[in-house]
């Protein structure tokens, strides 16, 4: 059974330094994945797509990575702003049409 | 920018009563979703649905749920009988993966549920 973990559950960091989130996962036989943003009491926003076959995915100061074999991503956000502050969550899919499964997010605090 | 809507925001209802949550994907889109998170939990899938029919459904999603696409635009969620555990906010979501599309999942702002 697909277990999605994110490490820490809470993060705070000063204005300017660079954020790294890791994602874990336990089956590697995944189609995607896909990292997203949620503010407080708000909707999902995505923010990278990465298929199976590619190794990572850039977005502005967003850039994403994919080791499969491992069962592990990591998105890093350069310079970060206060506007940075939300939940970061994780998710993988089986397949091209396939649900989701998410993992609990990584609550991001980025202080002036 | 095309987005996912859905209405209405907040619905408070009683236990026992029947619900129906509606969102409209991105109009180009093939395969549509129903999520929902629990206070302080993980977001968990529903149900998916592709050329009006479901094409997978969770354990959650029982006999107390439907899903539905009326016409060209609307996907509707309906909750027959309400039960207090069923108080989440249930986001609507919805890809284009089709020949050139992506798989790329984009969601709506959601509904809270309130049952009382």
């Known amino acids: 059974k697909q277990e999605v973990t994110q490490i820490p559950a809470a993060l705070s960091v000063p204005e300017g330094e660079n954020l790294v989130l890791n994602c874990s996962f336990t089956?590697?036989?995944?189609?995607?994945l896909q990292w997203f943003r949620q503010d407080p009491g708000k909707g999902l926003t995505s923010l990278l797509l990465?298929?199976?076959?590619?190794r990572e995915q850039t977005s502005g100061r967003l850039n994403a990575s994919l080791d499969k074999s491992s069962g592990r991503s990591t998105l890093y956000i350069a310079a970060s702003q206060p506007g940075d502050s939300a939940t970061y969550l994780c998710?993988?899919?089986?397949?091209?049409?396939?649900?989701?499964?998410f993992g609990a997010g990584t609550q991001v605090v980025v202080t002036p | 920018e095309p987005e996912v809507t859905q209405t209405p925001s907040h619905q408070v209802t009683q236990m026992g009563q029947e619900v129906i949550l509606r969102c409209v994907p991105i109009?180009?889109?093939?395969?549509f979703y129903w999520y929902r998170q629990i206070l302080g939990q993980k977001v968990e899938f529903l149900v998916s649905?592709?050329?009006?029919?479901?094409?997978?459904k969770s354990e959650i999603f029982d006999d107390q749920f439907s899903v539905e696409r009326p016409d060209g635009s609307n996907f509707t969620l309906k909750i027959r009988s309400t039960k207090l555990e069923d108080s989440a906010m249930y986001f609507c979501a919805s890809s284009d993966t089709g020949t050139g599309g992506s798989d790329e999942q984009f969601f709506g702002p959601g509904t809270r549920l309130t049952v009382l």
């Open positions: 990465i298929q199976s076959s590619q």
């Open positions: 089956d590697s036989a995944i189609y995607n």
């Open positions: 649905f592709y050329n009006n029919e479901i094409s997978e």
């Open positions: 998710a993988v899919t089986p397949d091209s049409w396939g649900k989701l499964q």
């Open positions: 109009s180009n889109h093939l395969y």
